[in-house]
């Protein structure tokens, strides 16, 4: 079983930064992409960025040219470097692993338990 811990999370000012980071336990095999997903209160749950074992990534229109994700495969770890932060951008933020297919579906094989990030005004 394959646990997903998120790291990084917290509070910034809007136009800040704050960098996530997302381990897992075992080994992800190449096939699967690897994603982040974040849920704002009373909104449904969002896919925000996705990278493959390729390092092909993919953005929700909202965050792209603010957001970067990348992967490291050798330690089977994810990042989400967000920049310019926005209020908008607060929410808990999921990491996840799944087929690509799935993290566009918003489904997963497994989920991280989640990391605050709040962007004040």
């Known amino acids: 079983q394959v646990q997903l811990v998120e790291s990084g999370g917290g509070l910034v000012q809007a136009g800040g930064s704050l960098r996530l980071s997302c381990a897992a336990s075992?080994?992800?095999?190449?096939?699967?992409?690897m994603g982040w997903f974040r849920q704002a209160p009373g909104k449904q749950r969002e896919l925000v960025a996705t990278v493959t074992g390729g390092h092909n990534t993919n953005y929700a229109d909202s965050v792209k040219g603010r957001f970067t994700i990348s992967r490291d495969n050798a330690k089977n770890s994810v990042y989400l470097q967000m920049n310019s932060l926005k209020p908008e951008d607060t929410a808990v933020y999921y990491c996840a692993v799944g087929l690509q297919a799935q993290l566009r579906t918003g489904t997963a094989e497994y989920w991280g338990q989640g990391t605050q990030v709040t962007v004040s005004s």
């Open positions: 075992g080994s992800i095999f190449s096939i699967f992409a």
